[in-house]
């Protein structure tokens, strides 16, 4: 069995090496045998900047939701700033109920203005209706099952908003 394995790859080998030399090198950027062709658009350093828009509150809200439906815990985590998750085991906490929702979606959101004079400089807050499907045999959390509320409040850091927290009322 062993020599039939190592005659398989042998013959896998010498296909590819094959089909690898028969092909013709295209002329690339590198000159050589690269495959990538080169353009004649201008250097990222000759090209003036166009102001691109960064991502609102709502749309980082929104994709936190997202990240937690695709199963991207971490992704989603990483959204929240350091007020929210100050250590790794608070991180591991909401690990395991965002890995409790089978599914989450977004309702409906909009912002909120109770208590603004409170805020901080940077901070929005949000209504977001959410609706939360829950794995059988989950732990119980804060989170139910069906139609959920929250108030998420996102604060811009370094140019950025980040998830500041999330609470069941305003």
Do not use: C
């Not at 353009?39 to 166009?50: D, E, F, L, N, R």
Request: hydrophobic share 40%; net charge neutral.
């Amino acid at each position: 069995m062993q020599k039939f394995i190592l005659l398989f790859i042998a013959i896998a080998a010498t296909i590819i090496t094959v089909v690898t030399l028969g092909q013709k090198p295209k002329s690339g950027i590198s000159g050589g045998g690269s495959t990538v062709a080169p353009t004649k658009s201008a250097s990222p350093s000759s090209v003036i900047s166009q102001d691109v828009p960064l991502p609102t509150g709502e749309d980082v809200i929104r994709t936190f939701i997202q990240l937690i439906h695709e199963k991207k815990i971490p992704e989603a985590i990483g959204l929240m700033d350091e007020t929210l998750v100050p250590s790794d085991s608070v991180k591991q906490e909401y690990g395991v109920v965002f890995n409790s929702f089978s599914s989450i979606s977004i309702s409906k959101i909009g912002l909120e203005t109770f208590g603004k004079e409170d805020w901080k400089e940077g901070e929005e807050r949000f209504r977001v209706d959410l609706q939360i499907s829950i794995k059988p045999q989950s732990q119980k959390s804060m989170w139910d099952e069906g139609a959920n509320t929250r108030w998420i409040t996102v604060v811009k850091k370094e140019g950025r908003f980040m998830i500041h927290d999330i609470a069941t009322g305003p």
